[in-house]
């Protein structure tokens, strides 16, 4: 078995992502790509200090050959058949330099991008009730990202080692608009140049929880990396 699928998911802020591919990931044979796991920690820490518009925004000098070392790690182990791009690529030169990067290291390999759809309410509810842990993702610029499972003792105690949850530092009003602005300023170039390379988007409704997202897209990952 060879990498035969990428699958982008897309977004905007709170609209399930991570969460999304936290549930898809679980397949031994399927890989979750988070850009920050894949940088230098000195470059993560670095984005803590941007302005509320850029935060967490990594150069494209930086992104593209660490995206380019991931894949040639991945396209070479026949345990990995699909991997799961959570929040890549975020601009329409990523899309391109992506495609680019895969076609030569893992030709044949089918993308099939997913932009999961959210209205903005039922997004600021959800970053409002999300919480993170400190002790389970020790992130280089202390701003944690995945989603934690809170304690049937309390909504802000940890599920899985008990210590305090705190709120993720995007999602404080003001940082969770300028990355909603971010995001609506480039999320149609994005678009633009998947069917530019006649790859459709395909849209989801998020506002199902994510057992039941994952669900409706399992039988399109399957497919699409069985006939790739």
Known sequence: ?????????????????TTLTLALGKSPDRHVFRLREHVPPEVVRQTASHGPRDLGWIDDDVVNPAVRLYLSTVATDSRIHTVLLDNYPGTGQQVEALLGIARELAPGCAVEPIELVLDAPARRKRARARRVCHRCERDPAADPRLPASASTFGGWICGNCGSLLHPRRGDAPSLFAARTRRHDDTVEDVRIAFDRAGIPTNSVDAADDAATLARIVEPLLIVRSTTA
């Open 1 to 17: 078995m060879a990498l035969s699928l990428l699958v982008p998911i897309l977004g905007p802020p709170a609209s399930g992502k």
